[in-house]
């Protein structure tokens, strides 16, 4: 069965502390990875998409790699409204959206 | 450019009724998705529509149903609810099914009672 893992599932950081936050999957057809964003009773917010191993994106302070088995959300100089649950999904070959459970990041100023 | 709506944006029903949800896509989007999402299970797959017809589902029972309209606004509903059926219901858009990425909208909150 495909399954998406995200770690860790919680993390504060004190302001300006870079860190990664990681999503793996099963290696079974990935056919495209989604970072997304979500606050406290909102929808996900998106933020990236990936599709081939070594693809990166960046935005601000965030910034998506992605390898053949996982991928790396890597926030830099984070500031506190960065604090949020960040959520990796999986678009596998039976073309359902898998999403692993997410990191609930906080951010100390 | 509007992004996805749903209503009503808070629910609470009691055991036994039946409920039902409404989303309206992104203006050109075709594709939409629906989702459960509680804090022991996280977001899962409920179903996905393009073109008016269900192109895939996710593991829940009969009692979830969905449609879509030829305006690409879908609605999904849910017979003989259960307390378990409490969460945040989102709906995503995207443009084509498939690996598109998919915009959220903010979701109905449903307690049942």
């Known amino acids: 069965e495909d399954q998406v893992t995200q770690s860790p599932e919680a993390l504060r950081l004190q302001e300006g502390e870079s860190s990664s936050l990681n999503c793996s999957y099963t290696v079974s057809g990935l056919r495209g990875l989604f970072w997304y964003r979500q606050d406290p009773g909102k929808g996900p917010e998106f933020l990236f998409t990936l599709y081939s191993a070594g693809e990166e994106k960046e935005k601000e302070r965030l910034k998506a790699t992605l390898t053949k088995k996982e991928s790396f959300l890597h926030i830099t100089a984070p500031k506190p409204e960065d604090s949020a649950t960040y959520l990796c999904a999986v678009f596998f070959g039976n073309e359902k959206l898998t999403f692993g459970t997410g990191t609930r990041l906080t951010i100390i100023p | 450019k509007a992004g996805v709506t749903q209503t009503p944006r808070y629910l609470i029903k009691t055991r036994g009724q039946q409920v039902t949800l409404s989303c309206s896509p992104i203006s050109g989007h075709r594709s939409v998705s629906w989702y459960q999402q509680t804090p022991g299970q996280g977001l899962q797959f409920l179903f996905e529509?393009?073109?008016?017809?269900?192109?895939n589902k996710g593991n829940f029972p009969g009692r979830f149903s969905g449609r879509q309209f030829s305006n690409s606004r879908s609605e999904m509903n849910v017979s003989t609810l259960e307390l378990g059926d409490s969460a945040l219901y989102l709906c995503?858009?995207?443009?084509?099914?498939?690996?598109?990425?998919?915009?959220f909208g903010p979701g109905t909150r449903l307690t049942v009672l």
């Open positions: 995503a858009s995207s443009t084509n099914p498939g690996t598109d990425t998919q915009y």
């Open positions: 529509y393009f073109s008016e017809t269900q192109r």
